[in-house]
């Protein structure tokens, strides 16, 4: 069984600043996906950025990056020059074994304040 | 532009309804499913399907069931519904392929059971 654990429920960060959400999972195969999702209030689940295990680099796609350390199992996404529009709830999910199914965590809701 | 849609965005049902919720995805996915989303909870998958006719249950399927006719349609089905089934019901469908297999999700459906 797979398992995602994010221990911010919330979390504030200024306008422009950088900021980590954390994200650790638990799995036992050797083959496996990590995704993060934002959901702003109007409840759409928007995909933001994918980081297979076996890829070498850490992913980076415009403003998010994934901090991948795969020894301390850990998915940290990091939101670089934070936007009022990035306040939302983000999920971190891991995809492993089979049929492509996704096991989410609890979630992290992040605050963009001016 | 890739689209699940799910029939209802709200709906209200009475104790005892057999309630379905409609799922389509116009992507030619193999893969659907079916979460439900609770206030600090995140997202909890209820079933999946991997092809037509096909449907493996997730972590909580207890008093839910699903159907699979076409590809490209997957319905839930409360048979008898209960105020605990209220929440928030997400589908999404994704390829059945090695490597990013991010899935797209539909728009939610908030069920209210009274």
């Known amino acids: 069984a797979q398992k995602i654990t994010q221990t911010q429920p919330g979390m504030f960060v200024q306008e422009k600043e950088a900021v980590t959400l954390d994200c650790t999972y638990d799995t036992s195969d050797p083959s496996y996906g990590l995704f993060w999702y934002k959901q702003p209030s109007s409840g759409e689940m928007i995909f933001l950025i994918y980081q297979g295990s076996y890829d070498q680099q850490n992913a980076t796609e415009g403003r998010y990056s994934l901090n991948f350390q795969k020894a301390r199992k850990s998915a940290n996404l990091v939101i670089s020059a934070s936007q009022l529009g990035d306040s939302a709830m983000y999920f971190c999910?891991?995809?492993?074994?089979?049929?492509?199914?996704?096991?989410f965590g609890t979630g992290t809701r992040l605050q963009v304040t001016l | 532009d890739v689209k699940v849609t799910q029939s209802s965005r709200y709906l209200v049902k009475r104790t005892g309804e057999k309630v379905f919720l409609e799922c389509v995805q116009d992507?030619?996915?193999?893969?659907m499913f079916w979460y439900r989303q609770d206030p600090g909870l995140g997202l909890r998958l209820i079933y999946f399907?991997?092809?037509?006719?096909?449907?493996e249950k997730g972590d909580i399927p207890e008093g839910y069931s699903v159907s699979r006719e076409k590809k490209e349609r997957f319905s839930l089905i409360l048979e008898s519904a209960s105020t605990n089934q209220t929440s928030m019901y997400l589908c999404a469908s994704s390829q059945n392929r090695v490597g990013n297999t991010e899935a797209f999700f539909g728009q939610g459906t908030r069920l209210t059971v009274v």
């Open positions: 999910a891991i995809d492993a074994g089979t049929a492509s199914k996704l096991t």
């Open positions: 399907s991997y092809d037509v006719k096909m449907k």
């Open positions: 992507m030619d996915h193999e893969n």
